[in-house]
C-alpha cells in the first residue's frame, strides 16, 4: 500500500491490516476447498473463530482501507490538491500491471496444472469452480477488466472486488470534493444515511458507501483517535462490539442484506480505527511477517486461490492431505506475491508516480504559458 502524497503521513500499521485481511481471504477459500464434516472443518465454522477467516469481511475492510488511504493525502493541515488526470495515472500504474500479471498466471495453472478430478471429495464450492469454457471475448473482457459482462469465474474468480475497486477509483476525485466540502461530521453522518438508503431500497451504491465511510473516517481521524487515546475500557468495548459487527454476515442469525453489510462496514470502521489509536494494535500490525504481508498483500490476493486450486488439484489425490495442501499452497502463493510485488507492483507504482508528475508539470506549463499570452 502506497500513499499518493509524500508529505502525507505513512500509516504503516494499515498495510499491516490490509495483510492480515488478505491473509484472511486465504484461510476462507484454503477452508472452502475442504469438507466440513471433520473436527477441523467444525472447528473453523464455529461462530466465535468464523470472522477470523471471513472472506466477505475482509473484502469489505479492503474498500474501506482504500477509501481511508486514498483520502489521507487530500485531507488534514495541508491537503494536497485534487488533480483528476494525475491521480487516475497512479490508479492505473498501481492496479493494472499487477492484475495482468496475476491473470497470466491463473490461465497458466489452469490450462497446463490443473487437473479437475483432483478435487473430488472436497467442498462442493471448490469443484464448481474453473469449468467455464475460456473464450477470446473473455479474455478480451478481462484485459480491460472492467468491460461490462465480465466473466470473473473463468480465470480468477477473486477479481470481482478489484473491478469494483476500478470503478470506484474512476469517481473517487469527485468523492474528494464532497468529503472536502462536508463542513461537520454530523453532515457526513447524515450523506452515510442517504447512501445507504440508496443501497436498501434501490440496490444502488453498496460498495461506493463503503469507500466513503473509509473516506470520512480519513478526514476526522485526529478526533477518533483522540476519544479513543483518552480510554482503555472504550477500546475493549469497541474491540469486542466491532469483531461482532465485523463477523455479522457469519456468526449473527441474519441473511445478508444491505444491513448486514453496513453491520460488517461498521466492524470493520471499528476496527480500523483500533489500529489507529491502539498502541498494541499498531505493534500488530507493524511487526515484520505482517508487515511483510501488508506489502504483498494485492498480489498475495490476486495469485492466491488460482494456486490454490491448482496446486491441490495435483497434490490432493497424492497425499490426501487437504491441510497439507493448504500449508504447501500458502508458502507458494507468499514466493509468487513476493515476486510480483518486487518485479511488477514497485516498478509499476515509481513509474506511475513519474508519469503523474510529468502530466501536472505539462498542464502547469501549458497553464503558465496561456496566462502570459494575455
Not at 93 to 113: D, E, K, S, T
Not at 239 to 249: I, K, N, P
Request: hydrophobic fraction near 50%; proline fraction near 6%; aromatic fraction near 14%.
Amino acid at each position: 500500500m502506497r500513499y499518493e502524497n509524500p508529505s502525507a503521513p505513512r500509516l504503516k500499521q494499515l498495510d499491516g491490516l490490509r495483510g492480515l485481511a488478505a491473509f484472511s481471504v486465504f484461510l476462507s477459500h484454503g477452508f472452502g476447498l475442504m469438507a466440513t464434516d471433520n473436527a477441523v472443518g467444525h472447528f473453523f465454522t464455529s461462530s466465535f473463530v468464523r470472522p477470523l477467516w471471513d472472506g466477505f469481511s475482509a473484502v469489505v475492510m479492503f474498500f474501506l482501507l482504500s477509501g481511508f488511504v486514498l483520502t489521507l493525502p487530500y485531507t488534514g493541515q495541508s491537503p494536497k490538491r485534487i488533480d483528476v488526470a494525475p491521480f487516475l495515472i497512479r490508479r492505473i500504474a498501481r492496479l493494472y500491471p499487477a492484475y495482468w500479471v496475476g491473470i497470466l498466471i491463473a490461465l497458466f495453472l489452469r490450462c497446463v496444472v490443473f487437473t479437475p478430478s483432483g478435487l473430488y471429495g472436497l467442498s462442493e464450492w471448490s469443484n464448481s469452480l474453473w469449468h467455464l469454457p475460456i473464450t477470446r471475448v473473455s479474455l478480451i473482457q478481462h484485459f480491460f477488466m472492467i468491460a461490462p459482462g465480465i466473466p470473473t469465474a473463468e480465470i480468477d474468480p477473486v477479481i470481482w472486488s478489484l473491478i469494483a475497486e476500478v470503478k470506484i477509483s474512476l469517481i473517487f476525485p469527485a468523492v474528494l470534493v464532497l468529503v472536502r466540502m462536508t463542513k461537520k461530521a454530523q453532515y457526513a453522518i447524515l450523506i452515510l444515511g442517504c447512501v445507504f438508503a440508496c443501497n436498501a431500497f434501490f440496490h444502488l451504491l453498496g460498495t461506493f458507501l463503503i469507500f466513503l465511510m473509509g473516506s470520512y473516517l480519513a478526514k476526522y481521524r485526529y478526533q477518533i483517535v483522540g476519544v479513543l487515546s483518552a480510554s482503555a475500557w472504550l477500546r475493549v468495548a469497541l474491540a469486542l462490539l466491532g469483531y461482532v459487527l465485523y463477523g455479522a454476515s457469519s456468526i449473527l442469525p441474519f441473511p445478508q442484506t444491505p444491513g448486514s453489510d453496513l453491520a460488517v462496514a461498521l466492524g470493520a470502521g471499528m476496527w480500523l480505527s483500533l489500529f489507529l489509536s491502539s498502541s498494541a494494535l499498531k505493534w500488530i500490525g507493524t511487526s515484520p511477517p505482517v508487515e511483510f504481508l501488508g506489502d504483498i498483500s494485492y498480489s498475495f490476493y490476486l495469485i492466491h486461490l488460482p494456486i490454490l486450486l491448482a496446486v491441490t488439484s495435483v497434490l490432493n489425490p497424492r497425499i490426501g492431505s487437504p491441510l497439507l495442501c493448504i500449508a504447501i499452497c500458502l508458502a507458494c502463493s507468499l514466493v509468487v506475491a513476493y515476486a510480483i510485488y518486487s518485479w511488477i507492483e514497485i516498478p509499476g507504482q515509481n513509474l506511475g508516480k513519474l508519469a503523474s508528475r510529468a502530466w501536472s508539470k505539462r498542464i502547469g506549463e501549458s497553464a503558465a504559458a496561456h496566462a502570459g499570452t494575455k
